[in-house]
């Protein structure tokens, strides 16, 4: 009698066991793995996409789909070599469901491969190079891209009357597609760039630049540089009498960044940029996540980065509920071809490329207020990256 009880008790106890592994698997937290220049010469970078990431889970919870989420940091002070290694560690030793943050283009290709061999999942929060995307089926864009900005400056510049420029962009990925965007769609619309400069990424100084500009007798100038260079541009601007000698500056959003544009000063009033985000944009989502995030951040304006890591954020968020939690490749699908409203804007994520398509506005900095703000006054719908086609 004892034997046969037994075995329905052993069987019994496999089956229970086999029943609530599956339970207990579903309790496991999702581990983002957010890997952000928190130190170095980019670190506003890292400060504004760490604030917005934290305000979203706030505001949104921190469980998705039955399962805790938890955000690992990792700051790589803007060095690829840093942020190789720390995605090894992360995607070996903490197995993360999915990675998220790089703050400049170097730092997500560095990591294309290992994201590709793992399967893992990594939405571009920041990095603006039209490459990246392709360089791993399993990056997804949520940030932007300077050739999306670069031909909307341009064609909004030739049907503005302005037949000839100088452009000036920082000599990395971002800025040589800023370059060649403004180019191609500048000359196919009639106009001349006079003159391609190339300002280094490390330590520059844009005044023998500005100059070599001025001598060309341009009617604008247009520029890129990286985020938190832009005060140092338009005060050398003004300093070299550019603008008293009639040449105007436009260029991409970043080189009045809403991080630094109240502290830019007069010298920034005027200048025309294209971006697909400002703090002034005029939508209650967006007013609604500017209060938000001043107030959790001592006053502290969102920029474009916050955007891309809120808007990061959201997709991570709605793939998980799609998914019911998995990672992988379900995680990815549950990624492609979401579409909502943005504080940006209306926002997708392009099914077929995995990059961003959304409105560029262009803007002109203005006082509002007694506060300098980039103040959109004509909107270009839905522009994908040129070089990427939608279906």
Same mark, same amino acid.
């Given at each position: ?208 630049? &500005?100059?070599?500009?001025? #001598?060309?007798?341009?009617? *604008? %100038?247009? @520029? $890129?540089?990286? =985020?938190? /260079? ?30 630094? &544009?109240?502290?830019?000063? #007069?010298?920034?009033?005027? *200048? %025309?940029? @294209? $971006?697909?985000? =400002?703090? /002034? ?111």
């Amino acid at each position: 009698m004892n034997r046969p009880t037994s075995r329905r008790m052993l069987i019994a106890a496999l089956m229970g066991t086999a029943v609530a592994m599956p339970a207990r698997s579903q309790q496991e937290p999702v581990k983002i793995g957010l890997v952000l220049p928190m130190s170095g010469p980019f670190a506003s970078t890292g400060r504004q996409i760490d604030a917005a990431v934290r305000l979203y889970m706030a505001q949104n919870g921190s469980t998705v789909a039955g399962r805790r989420v938890e955000v690992l940091l990792r700051d790589d002070a803007g060095v690829a070599d840093n942020t190789r290694r720390l995605v090894q560690e992360m995607i070996s030793n903490d197995k993360v469901t999915v990675l998220a943050g790089f703050g400049l283009t170097p730092l997500a290709l560095a990591v294309a491969p290992m994201v590709s061999q793992s399967r893992t999942p990594a939405v571009v929060m920041s990095a603006a190079t039209s490459s990246i995307v392709a360089a791993s089926p399993y990056f997804v864009r949520t940030s932007v891209t300077l050739a999306q900005t670069a031909s909307t400056m341009a064609e909004w510049a030739s049907k503005n009357g302005i037949k000839n420029v100088v452009t000036m962009v920082t000599d990395y990925g971002p800025g040589l597609d800023g370059e060649k965007a403004f180019k191609d769609r500048f000359e196919l619309n009639g106009g001349k760039v006079l003159e391609a400069l190339r300002v280094p990424l490390r330590s520059p100084d844009f005044a023998p630049f &500005l100059q070599r500009a001025r #001598d060309a007798s341009p009617q *604008a %100038i247009f @520029a $890129f540089v990286p =985020s938190g /260079a832009g005060a140092v541009l338009l005060k050398q601007f003004s300093e070299r009498g550019l603008d008293k000698a009639g040449i105007k500056l436009i260029g991409d959003g970043s080189v009045t960044d809403d991080d630094q &544009l109240p502290e830019m000063g #007069d010298s920034a009033i005027g *200048a %025309i940029t @294209a $971006f697909h985000y =400002s703090a /002034a944009h005029k939508s209650p989502t967006n007013q609604k996540f500017v209060e938000a995030f001043k107030a959790a951040n001592k006053g502290l304006r969102p920029n474009f980065m916050a955007v891309g890591g809120w808007d990061g954020m959201r997709v991570i968020y709605k793939a998980l509920e799609t998914s019911k939690g998995q990672g992988g490749d379900a995680l990815l699908d549950g990624m492609k071809g979401q579409t909502f409203e943005s504080p940006r804007g209306p926002l997708l994520i392009d099914a077929q490329t995995r990059d961003v398509v959304h409105d560029i506005y262009v803007r002109r900095v203005e006082r509002v207020g007694g506060e300098l703000y980039n103040v959109e006054f004509e909107t270009f719908k839905s522009v994908k990256d040129p070089g990427k086609s939608t279906k």
